[in-house]
């Protein structure tokens, strides 16, 4: 399976979710899980930003120390959190052109 992420600026966009989900590079337009467990993301280049609102938002579960530590890198790769009035139960953050994520501890580590 592969998911297709639609950016303006690919090689910031890219290195968001690289960051995000742990993944590798694979030539200029993909990532891939290093486990081969998760999808292929292909990054497709657009000439503008869409307008509309994202109908699609990934949510990351991760143990709680490397929940942490990932939002702290997310943002320190360019990412934005858009919301965190639920942390520690989650945080909501935004790649560059506005693409989401929740990265959430696991449910049990609680």
């Known amino acids: 399976m592969q998911l297709t992420i639609d950016a303006v600026s690919r090689p910031e966009v890219m ?5 995000v989900l742990g ?5 200029d337009e993909d990532l891939i899980d290093p486990f081969d467990d998760g999808p292929w993301l292909h990054f497709q280049q657009m000439d503008e930003p869409r307008q509309e609102r994202n109908r699609l938002h990934l949510d990351l579960y991760l143990p709680q120390e490397e929940a ?11 990412g934005r959190i858009v919301n965190d009035a639920k942390a ?11 693409n989401e994520v929740d990265i959430a ?3 049990d580590s609680h």
Not at 15 to 19: H, P
Not at 88 to 98: H, I, K, N, Q, S
């Open 68 to 78: 942490e530590a990932r939002v702290a890198a997310v943002v320190e790769a360019g």
């Open 23 to 27: 993944y590798d590079e694979f030539g």
């Open 88 to 98: 520690p139960l989650y945080w909501t953050l935004a790649d560059p052109e506005g």
């Open 15 to 19: 290195r968001f979710w690289q960051v």
């Open 105 to 107: 501890p696991w449910p």
